[in-house]
Nanobody, 122 residues
């Protein structure tokens, strides 16, 4: 059975940092690209970034470019999201997903985690 479990969320002040983790099991993690999305209250889920199966390619939307970094450890079946210079508008539930392709589209993802809350105070 496929599981994606996010962790590392919490409350942080503006300008601070958090590192999210997403532990995967039940599928061939090393064959999948991994992505992070977020959903703020009352808003649609939005793309935060993605990393290819080998970790050699990443891409991010302008809203987080230069502040967020995605990495992965295939030996540990885990993908990470390092978030720096956090802003109140980064407050959301953060989700990881697994995709056969490097994609920014939710429809491209086969598996999803349950999410972890990140709250940035001003």
């Amino acid at each position: 059975q496929v599981h994606l479990v996010e962790s590392g969320g919490g409350l942080v002040q503006a300008g601070g940092s958090l590192r999210l983790s997403c532990a995967a099991s039940g599928f061939a993690f090393g064959d999948y690209s991994m992505g992070w999305f977020r959903q703020a209250a009352g808003k649609e889920r939005e793309f935060v970034g993605a990393i290819d199966w080998g970790g050699g390619s990443t891409y991010y939307p302008d809203s987080v470019e230069g502040r967020f970094i995605i990495s992965r450890d295939n030996a540990k079946n885990t993908v990470y999201l390092q978030m720096n210079s956090l802003k109140p508008e980064d407050t959301a539930v953060y989700y990881c997903g697994a995709s056969a392709l490097l994609s920014s589209r939710q429809s491209g993802y086969d598996y999803w985690g349950q999410g972890t809350q990140v709250t940035v105070s001003s």
